[in-house]
């Protein structure tokens, strides 16, 4: 389940970098562009926020995390974060046309730069959680 939280921080990280070069080529619109993709990488990133606060509980209780209450009590920023993000995502992604203005905006947004730092700081603990792990699974 740690792999799954690592997967969805890493696609959310990808996204956030692509809309970045994106951003900096000053495109009228997403039509015929030959960065394309732009609007595949904000799908993917809307998979990767929804339930992500609900996989990283369950990963949690899967893995015996301590303290729980902790862990719970920042998953409900970080739903928070998520679905305030996803709500932009989406809106952006409804539009007919997608300039990089547009995605410079998003991206400028304290919804995913508040998601993207929750996402720095579960990836981390994922991350440490498995290496913690590794030696115990290798020495059984």
């Given amino acids: 389940m740690l792999a799954d ?3 969805r921080c890493n696609t959310i990280e990808e996204c956030y970098e692509f809309m970045l070069a994106y951003a900096a080529q000053g495109l009228p619109s997403d039509e015929g562009s030959h960065s394309g993709g732009i609007r595949e990488y904000l799908g993917r990133a ?3 926020m929804s339930g ?3 996989s990283c509980a369950t990963a949690v209780k899967q893995e015996r995390l301590e ?3 902790r862990y719970q ?3 409900a920023v970080l739903d928070r ?3 305030d993000s996803l709500a932009a995502v989406e809106l952006v992604l409804a539009q007919p046309t997608i300039s990089s203005q547009l995605i410079d905006n998003l991206n400028a947004s304290i919804h995913l730069r508040a998601l ?3 996402l720095f700081l579960v990836s981390e603990i994922a991350n440490t959680q498995r290496r913690a792990a590794k030696p115990l699974a290798s020495g059984s």
Wanted: proline fraction near 5%; aromatic fraction near 10%.
């Fill in 52 to 54: 992500l606060a609900e």
């Fill in 5 to 7: 939280i690592s997967a």
């Fill in 116 to 118: 993207l730092t929750d």
């Fill in 73 to 75: 009590a920042f998953f």
């Fill in 67 to 69: 303290p729980a209450q």
């Fill in 46 to 48: 809307v998979r990767a």
């Fill in 81 to 83: 974060d998520a679905r």
